[in-house]
């Protein structure tokens, strides 16, 4: 059985469903987005109103403006017939079993025999939802839930009911990751399914545990935040944003849903959750919970949040925290490293950390099998929907298995019968790494079975007990088979130093000179790299080590340049933040694998620099190529002039070609964030089969004062509107400098090694300036740029 989708159908255009036809649009399907008809004449208002809210919302649940011409709007009167041509149909309605059950009725009517039907539902059993439907429908049913928002959120959970073909959900669970860049996981068809059952729970401990211990929520949220690989809203800031509405709603229906689940049923509602309900203060979308925003400011002109006491249930200033376990969390970056030294601590922050983490482990394995038959189900629910850096059973295995069971033990609760047989076979830990692959404790086979999906993935963790190739302190050079390489970068932020810099020409060497095939540059982290290390920068130039700032500025140039000028193919792949000087590395190398949640952009401009890493070049040099004879050239020029000199970052990998960063004849967008590495090496091999290396370019046409004088009649037009101050304007007259090719009298030729001197002299030139050192400085304080 072969299933192929082209065009999809999104039945409801509310919060969820309009996310998730932009999501899909943006993914490149045709989208029959529909709902209820208006009263009037208009009868796609409702629906339209609604894709429109949507599309102004921030951030963007589009990776590309123009995408949403992908999306095609209707009414379920006039338009539900129009279903007849699509692949899969998803139903996002209100969460009412007849109701949407009538529509499924209606469904019934015009789908196409083979064609995918799925719902949405977050809470109703997915059995229910077929009932006297025929079998061709019941045999491609099931649950598809997405989280909120769906371009961001990775988890799609997939919920089979006995009836659904099973060749129909192992292609749904492999086009979900291939297709829409997400994390597919299997469920049961139980209560809640796998990430809001385990994650509502915990939160509901949480509480219980903050108001016992007599913390203050903001403390609460700090230790079951950032502390531990957490969302930085913590839990009650979490519980504000989902509304605690909702959130209480789910809590009731898993206590009505799950009878014999003993840790639900004992689970209560807190009185300052019974308080806020009683006023309606019900988080976000109230403007008022767990905090309110209120109208003073602090010391630097930010709002100030006022926080609930749990006890009194009045709102009080949020303090500066004094918990030594706050404290110390913010000392240690190595996040398995920091738990174990936390749960060791005594003050209140730990205890609370030690019974949650206790109650967290021994409640998810008591929900498997029942909720899914897979520990790693658990964790990449947890990872993907709620966006945690370790699921509960790699928690455990961080702070390490006896210490999870003196928690769990601490805790009050006992760990499943599953865990004791563990035990007796002598097993001590959830997963295991074997010839650089993971293995996942496999509860019916009692052994440890590879966990799937794999094969496209490159974690870096799993290299540990091989020696690197070459290393220093900010790098490390991988062996990823097929004569392949790929350079990690090590440094904190990952921000490009002189050990990356002098990294990836030693890794270029060794390439070269060992018959690599070619090298990768790329790397696990959340962020690709926020750039070059700012911080020496600003020491070089606060002390006047001029000289050494110009060799700083010299080798960052000829690292750039080494990567293009390499006899072996040189592929980025990012992901992430992608900024500045990692923007420049990676339009040098042959080619560029992006993630689609890769946000790039030439950002120096709000440090009071110019692009110094031969981005600048850069810029010119694919200017000239892309001007063609008889072409109109200054209006090319201002568009790309204009994105460095407003520090312009993308919203999506997609947005960097028109950006100009990425290039359409070079350069791909990866859907599926965890795929670029191994998209990166497919595109080495491709490109080593039959590589020449490039020659150094001395054919770039500049403009000289013919361009300068339409650039600086630009960089004014920048003031006058207000989004430029006096020394934006002294920066922007020095990109448009280097851009421009100098006061030449007349559009020429050049090289790139005049144009790579004429950036690293304004670089230089700029950073002299006092207003540059400022914005250096408070960038390195505030971490944001100042306006000066």
């Given amino acids: 059985m072969k299933f192929k989708i082209n065009k999809i159908a999104v039945l409801g255009s509310g919060l969820m469903g309009s996310g998730i036809a932009c999501h899909l649009a943006g993914a490149g399907f045709q ?27 921030k951030p963007s649940p589009i990776y590309l403006k123009h995408f949403v011409s992908r999306i095609k709007t209707g009414n379920f009167d006039e338009n539900l017939k129009d279903i007849k041509d699509c692949d899969w149909i998803i139903e996002v309605i209100v969460e009412k079993l007849e109701i949407k059950r009538a529509l499924f009725e209606k469904i019934e009517i015009y789908r196409k025999p083979g064609s995918l039907i799925t719902s949405n539902t977050s809470g109703i059993p997915i059995h229910l939802l077929n009932k006297g439907r025929s079998s061709d429908f019941k045999a491609h049913f099931f649950g598809t839930h997405f989280f909120n928002p769906p371009r961001y959120l990775k988890l799609l959970e997939i919920t089979p009911t006995s009836e659904t073909n099973t060749e129909v959900i192992d292609f749904f669970m492999e086009f979900g990751k291939e297709y829409l860049g997400k994390q597919t996981v299997r469920c049961n068809d139980t209560p809640a399914f796998i990430a809001n059952r385990i994650g509502v729970v915990s939160m509901s401990k949480i509480f219980e545990l903050t108001e016992e211990l007599g913390i203050r929520i903001s403390d609460a949220d700090k230790i079951t935040g950032l502390a531990i690989g957490r969302p930085k809203s913590g839990t009650f800031r979490l519980m504000d944003f989902v509304g605690i509405d909702t959130a209480s709603f789910v809590t009731s229906d898993l206590k009505k849903n799950c009878p014999n689940d003993q840790i639900v049923q004992r689970l209560r509602k807190l009185k300052s959750i019974d308080f806020l309900l009683q006023n309606k203060w019900i988080g976000n979308k109230s403007g008022k919970g767990f905090y309110e925003k209120s109208e003073l400011k602090d010391h630097k002109g930010k709002p100030v949040f006022l926080a609930l006491n749990l006890n009194t249930l009045e709102y009080e200033q949020e303090q500066k925290s004094t918990l030594e376990s706050i404290a110390i969390s913010k000392q240690i970056d190595d996040l398995p490293r920091r738990l174990k030294t936390l749960i060791k601590l005594n003050d209140p922050g730990a205890i609370l950390l030690r019974k949650s983490l206790g109650f967290l482990f021994a409640y998810s394995s008591q929900c498997i099998p029942e909720i899914t038959d897979s520990i790693y189900s658990i964790d990449h629910a947890m990872k993907n929907g709620y966006a945690w850096e370790l699921g509960p059973f790699e928690y455990w295995d961080a702070i390490g298995f006896e210490e999870g069971l003196k928690l769990i033990e601490e805790s009050g609760e006992t760990p499943a019968d599953w865990i004791q047989n563990m035990i007796l076979k002598k097993n001590s830990c959830f997963y295991k790494i074997k010839d650089k692959q993971f293995y996942c404790y496999d509860l019916k086979m009692q052994e440890y079975g590879l966990v799937p999906g794999q094969q496209y993935e490159f974690r870096f963790s799993v290299f540990d007990d091989n020696p690197p190739v070459y290393a220093n302190d900010e790098v490390k050079l991988h062996d990823i088979g097929d004569g392949v390489l790929c350079l990690e970068f090590k440094s904190k932020y990952n921000a490009i130093g002189e050990g990356i810099l002098r ?95 890769s946000y790039i952009g030439l950002v120096e401009v709000g440090v009071g620099i110019i692009p110094g890493g031969a981005g600048t070049k850069e810029f010119a040099l694919r200017l000239s190529d892309e001007w063609k004879e008889g072409d109109v050239q200054i209006p090319q020029l201002i568009s790309r002039f204009k994105t460095i000199a407003t520090a312009a970052v993308s919203t999506s990998a997609y947005e960097a070609f028109d950006l100009g960063y990425l290039d359409k004849k070079r350069d791909e967008v990866c859907i599926n964030g965890t795929k670029q590495i191994y998209l990166a090496k497919q595109k080495v091999l491709e490109l080593a089969a039959h590589y020449v290396k490039p020659i150094p370019r001395e054919d770039i046409m500049v403009l000289g004062q013919q361009g300068l004088a339409a650039l600086y009649v630009a960089a004014h037009s920048l003031k006058l509107g207000g989004y430029a101050s006096e020394h934006d304007i002294k920066i922007a007259k020095k990109i448009a400098y280097v851009l421009c090719g100098g006061d030449l009298s007349y559009a020429q030729l050049v090289n790139e090694q005049y144009l790579l001197d004429l950036e690293r002299e304004a670089f230089m030139s700029l950073c002299t300036e006092p207003k540059t050192l400022e914005r250096i400085q408070y960038m390195l304080e505030n971490n944001k740029p100042l306006r000066n």
Avoid at 560 to 568: A, F, G, K, N
Avoid at 570 to 582: I, L, P
Wanted: hydrophobic letters at 45%.
């Fill in 31 to 57: 989208v029959l987005l529909l709902d209820l008809a208006a009263e009037g004449q208009d009868k796609n208002q409702l629906v339209n109103t609604a894709l429109n809210k949507s599309l102004t919302s």
């Fill in 503 to 597: 990294g990836i020409q030693e890794s270029i060497r060794i390439a070269e000179e060992n018959n690599w095939n070619g090298l990768v540059i790329g790397n696990n982290a959340n962020h690709f790299s926020v750039g070059a290390n700012l911080m020496l920068v600003g020491m070089l130039a606060f002390q006047q080590e001029y000289e050494q700032l110009d060799q700083a500025v010299r080798l960052f140039q000829q690292t750039s340049m080494r990567c293009r000028y390499s006899s072996i193919p040189v592929v980025a792949a990012t992901q992430g933040y992608v900024f500045g000087g990692a923007v420049e590395l990676a339009m040098h190398c042959d080619a560029a694998i992006c993630a689609a949640e």
